[in-house]
């Protein structure tokens, strides 16, 4: 299939996971259902890549987690891109996510963020006052790696980052 693919996603602590898909959920119960993936965990994406890289970034996605230390993360703002089809909260960019990113493929004209809606830029305009309604700046923590496949989605490996 010529849309699959593997992603390293950085995943977070219980608290901000909670956090982040309560949100969600409430776009969800709101009537609001997008387009994006569903059923994974909330996360920033470090890079996307061949599947037959796959063996490969096992060992690297390892080799980060036992090299790299949980760190935390401060969301601050929600906000859209993707022609106004993605809607999303994004950390204040921070060396420890620059480093983490880097690892995974240059950080060059990336954004650190976590989708809450891809949809329709119409339903991302109708959706953002109802993230506004229950975000606000918060404190998080990164603590985890995981490894997909999509489309469709497979869950690969999942790994914490050292001392989470």
Request: glycine share 6%; charged share 20%.
């Amino acid at each position: 299939m010529a849309d699959k693919a593997l992603y390293v996603l950085a995943g977070y602590d219980d608290n901000t996971e909670a956090y982040l898909s309560g949100i969600q959920e409430k776009l969800y119960s709101a009537g609001f259902s997008g387009f994006h993936t569903k059923n994974i965990p909330m996360h920033m994406t470090l890079g996307s890549f061949p599947c037959e890289r796959e063996d490969e970034l096992k060992a690297l996605v390892q080799k980060t987690a036992e090299e790299v230390s949980a760190f935390d993360v401060t969301f601050n703002h929600v906000g859209i891109f993707g022609r106004a089809q993605v809607l999303f909260a994004a950390p204040d960019v921070s060396q420890n996510i620059l480093d983490l990113k880097e690892r995974f493929g240059d950080s060059t004209n990336w954004t650190a963020h976590t989708t809450f809606l891809i949809d329709a830029p119409e339903v991302i305009y109708k959706a953002l006052p109802h993230v506004m309604e229950y975000f606000s700046a918060f404190g998080g923590k990164v603590t985890s790696l995981h490894l997909y496949e999509f489309f469709p989605t497979r869950h690969i490996l999942t790994v914490k980052l050292k001392n989470a």
